[in-house]
């Protein structure tokens, strides 16, 4: 077997196109890992038929709820119904311990401090550092989205000799360019066609630094109404949820 990917889900915050929330599965011999988790992850997931024990990792970019706000859900699930008894690793930024008692507390009180039958592990990543856990490298890098520094990232997966790349939510940064350079799959988020914003990715960006970039090969996600019926969108491969690709 190949290294895949399936996209759970690659809507942005506001479900345009009526999408649900970013979230990347990605299974090889050896991996099975989720990039985020956002909100409406977990039905996304059951639609879909995922074996939510199998997932031994997931990355999270921010802490957003579009990305991050199907923690609750997941871990919740794990316990309750799909009963894991399998440890899980979250990856994610600087803070995420105490970003995972915030999200579990606002979404269920109280349930931060049960303790699951499976083993948590949560690993804090800062920008520019890498770490391997269940035999996937993640490296973070600083991503632009809003006041003051994040920590939102845009993140490198590699995995069983291939790399996967995601952007994030995140203006243009220069950031982007270790982050994307040569990878087998990149996936970038393009908000806008043209339109340049603080915070958020346009197609017109992307472009912009494609010689830079690399990728072997590009796919759009967490596009707006106004990218979504754009017709420079037939131009470029574009997410939809439950796509699968093979990597490599
Ligand atoms: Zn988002
Ligand atoms: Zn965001």
């Known amino acids: ?6 996209f759970i889900g690659c809507g942005d915050a506001f479900a345009s196109g009526g999408r649900f929330n970013t979230c990347f599965h990605l299974v090889g ?13 977990l039905v996304a997931m059951k639609q879909l038929g995922v074996d939510r024990n199998a997932i031994a990792t997931i990355v999270v970019t921010h802490f957003h709820a579009d990305h ?22 979250i990856v994610g930024p600087v803070g995420l311990a105490e970003w995972y008692e915030r ?9 931060s401090g049960v303790s699951q039958k499976f083993a948590l592990d949560l690993v804090e990543i800062a920008a520019g550092d890498s770490v391997t856990v269940n035999d996937v490298t993640v ?7 809003g006041p003051p520094d994040g920590p939102y990232y845009a993140v490198r997966v590699e ?6 790349a995601y952007a994030g939510d995140s203006e243009w940064t220069p950031a982007l360019v270790p982050a994307a350079r040569d990878a087998d799959l990149f996936i970038a988020e393009a908000y806008f066609r043209d339109k340049s914003i603080a915070t958020h990715l346009s197609l017109n960006a992307i472009e912009a630094h494609l010689d830079e970039l690399r990728p072997k090969r590009l796919i759009l996600t ?11 969108r037939a131009r470029f491969q574009t997410a939809e949820d439950g796509m699968t690709i093979e990597i490599g």
């Open 139 to 145: 490296r973070a890098f600083q991503a632009v989205h």
């Open 222 to 232: 967490h596009m707006s109404d106004d990218m979504l019926n754009h017709p420079d």
């Open 103 to 111: 999200v579990m507390e606002t979404a269920f009180p109280g349930s």
């Open 1 to 6: 077997m190949t290294l895949s990917l399936q």
């Open 68 to 89: 991050f706000g199907g923690i609750p859900f997941f871990i919740l699930d794990a316990q309750f119904f799909s009963k894991r008894r399998e440890p899980l690793t």
């Open 29 to 41: 011999k050896r991996t099975n890992l989720l990039i985020d988790c956002g909100a409406s992850s």
């Open 159 to 164: 995995a069983e000799g291939k790399s996967v």
